[in-house]
């Protein structure tokens, strides 16, 4: 045993490389004194026609739907997920089509693996497009049958009312059992979109935005229904939520709809959030607001209006908008964002994150905090756009995206960790992750950022690859990095694309509310309220034919890299 | 109301209507700009938003209307 560090070569280790044959003695020495190369903290995976191999140039594939796990999958217990997506130009296609890809492992603190079983994406004979709601949940299972449903809206142009809902029911083999459209039955423009599906009450229910004239305009209202598991038509109970005084200029639900069971599938209570515009206290008129309340089904569909509040921006701009829930009981965790003046110069977008209670007859104030990116040198618009809430721990976890973080010139994603254990929530951590070249986003709404194995956390999202020749595909994007925060600072490559991560927690303004400069959130039941009408709004449609075929390339690629 | 097509959070520049654009762009320019609705509207003279060309579109008056709601507070 002499003195030296290793054996072999002389390279000096760094934090990207320690080349050489080293002994256990060495690898000791320098690990302590952090100067042995670390693992990979953080590991990113592109999803798509990476390669640019399918025929007619790329096929993009954009990170929305979401990533879930079946029962089946769950037991298993090799880390295997669905991944939900949408396709542009796909041979065949018109517009875009839902993307199912099956077989990804997402392994936490080791780089996603796993054999693709099956690469299909759907779209239907009346449409030129698909789209999925962009906040509720497109996916559910039913385990008891077991079946699992995906729903999408179609674009089907005028002579079919616009847009349809379809849902498409498949076993566990991903074999179609059924396939169905909904259309609103009053025969106006635009038809329905946004659709989510849900299992309340051991049923499962379908919840989207409906078209219905008033005072001079065509108006969003929510039109929800249980399916038939077997016809996916629509059947009773049978409900549509409307404005009280959406016969007037304003007050309407135009924005997003997300709906979670305020316990599990059993349970007949569904905590459902929404946004739309409304008249808000302060005045002014026509400003988006988030709406909450409660439902509850069984032999009809009924609606809590003790708790049913408005949660507004009273800022230099009025306007809220909804962009994804955590439930847990009573107790719900909202994220949206606002546009207020900031404190560096201009108006900025700001993130909000509000905890509210419902109650038997009042919705109650656990406290709404901003995040800003206005402080050491930022002054960023900031969007979260998906929270996940790890109760166990007191942990609320957030993605979002924001442009010039990172050191990126594009917009990039950043995920973060609040600790709320106490009143006073705490920023333990927020990194930002940047794809040199190119903008990379994280998903809005469920099921886009997901606790995953191993104490890690996946956020789902799009991004660009370079492919030359000015062929850049869209692949979808995971990013798993452990939940202490310690993906940071690193650097790496997937794919030929130069990936970094990046501390920002010294740019975050993090504050309550009140504590926040020039930004005012408040709660509101007063003015016009929600009404529901026990009608079935929607009706089934002419079907057309449903194609379910190969993605080219078949399977799918994924390639992975890290920081 | 939404993104303008010329904001940062729209690099791409997506146009109205292009069922190939991310849905929170797509949400945003498809969002009913009430600014424009023309003061004209009525059950004789309806209009519908629409997302393609982002103007109030005329359509075929509707029967049997009856406002439904209270008025705002």
């Known amino acids: 045993m002499g ?7 002389y390279p000096a280790p760094s934090k990207t490389g320690a080349s050489g044959v080293w002994s256990a003695k060495s690898v000791q020495l320098y690990a302590g004194g952090a100067a042995w190369p670390m693992p990979t903290v953080g590991h990113w995976t592109f999803i798509g026609d990476a390669d640019n191999t399918s025929s007619g140039g790329a096929n993009d594939l954009y990170g929305e739907g979401g990533i879930f796990q079946t029962a089946a999958q769950v037991s298993a217990g090799n880390n295997e997920y669905y991944v939900i997506g949408r396709w542009t130009n796909q041979a065949g296609m018109t517009g875009s089509g839902a993307g199912i890809i099956k077989g990804l492992r997402i392994n936490g603190d080791e780089a996603p693996s796993g054999t693709i079983g099956v690469s ?48 498409v029911k498949l076993n566990d083999s991903e074999v179609e059992q059924a396939s169905g459209s909904l259309r609103t039955s009053n025969g106006g423009p635009h038809g329905v979109r946004n659709p989510n599906l849900i299992m309340w009450n051991n049923e499962l229910y379908q919840i989207a935005h409906g078209h219905q004239y008033q005072n001079g305009q065509y108006k969003k209202h929510i039109l929800v229904t249980k399916i038939n598991e077997v016809t996916l038509a629509s059947t009773t109970p049978a409900a549509h939520l409307y404005h009280s005084a ?49 439902w509850t089904t069984g032999g009809s569909i009924s609606y809590n209006h003790s708790n049913d509040y408005n949660i507004y921006n009273n800022s230099s701009s009025k306007d809220l908008y909804l962009t994804d829930t955590e439930t847990e009981g009573d107790v719900f965790w909202i994220s949206g964002y606002g546009i207020a003046d900031s404190v560096v110069s201009s108006t900025r977008s700001f993130s909000a994150i509000m905890k509210r209670t419902y109650q038997a007859s009042s919705l109650g104030d656990n406290g709404t905090w901003i995040l800003k990116l206005q402080t050491g040198g930022y002054n960023q618009s900031t969007h979260i756009t998906s929270i996940a809430l790890d109760s166990s721990n007191n942990k609320l976890y957030f993605h979002g995206y924001a442009d010039g973080i990172g050191g990126s010139t594009d917009n990039s994603t950043f995920i973060g960790r609040i600790d709320v254990t106490n009143p006073t929530w705490v920023l333990d951590w927020c990194n930002a992750y940047v794809n040199t070249g190119f903008s990379n986003y994280p998903s809005w709404g469920r099921n886009k950022l997901i606790l995953t194995a191993n104490d890690t956390i996946t956020s789902y999202g799009y991004t660009q690859v370079t492919e030359g020749g000015g062929v850049n595909p869209v692949v979808a994007q995971l990013i798993t990095v452990p939940r202490d925060g310690s993906s940071k600072d690193g650097s790496g490559s997937n794919d030929g694309q130069s990936l970094s991560s990046h501390d920002i927690k010294d740019k975050c303004l993090f504050q309550l509310v009140s504590a926040s400069t020039n930004v005012t959130i408040t709660d509101s039941n007063s003015g016009p309220g929600i009404n529901m009408s026990g009608s079935q709004e929607y009706s089934n449609p002419t079907q057309g034919t449903t194609n379910f075929n190969d993605t080219d390339p078949s399977p799918v690629l994924y390639k992975t890299g890290g920081v | 109301m939404g993104y303008a097509l010329d904001d940062p959070a729209n690099p791409d520049r997506w146009t109205r209507g292009d069922p190939a654009a991310p849905p929170h762009v797509q949400m945003s320019l498809e969002r009913e700009d009430l600014s424009t609705l023309p003061e004209d509207a009525s059950p004789e003279k309806p209009y519908a938003w629409n997302w393609l060309t982002g103007e109030w579109d005329l359509q075929d008056p509707v029967e049997d209307y009856e406002p439904e709601g209270e008025p705002p507070e």
Do not use: C
């Open chain 1, 246 to 294: 959406w016969g007037y200029t304003y007050y309407q639900m135009t924005g997003r709809i997300i709906v979670q069971p305020k316990t599990d599938a059993t349970g007949n209570t569904l905590n459902v959030t929404y946004d739309g515009y409304h008249q808000t206290p302060a005045g002014g008129s026509g400003n988006n607001v988030i709406m909450v309340n409660q």
């Open chain 1, 3 to 9: 003195t030296e560090p290793f054996v072999g070569g």
């Open chain 1, 120 to 167: 299909k994406y759907y779209n239907w004979s009346l449409s030129n497009g698909v789209s999925f709601s962009g906040g509720g949940p497109v996916f559910v299972e039913n385990a008891g049958i077991p079946a699992h449903y995906i729903v999408m809206a179609g674009y089907t142009g005028a002579s079919y009312q616009y847009y349809h809902s379809r849902i």
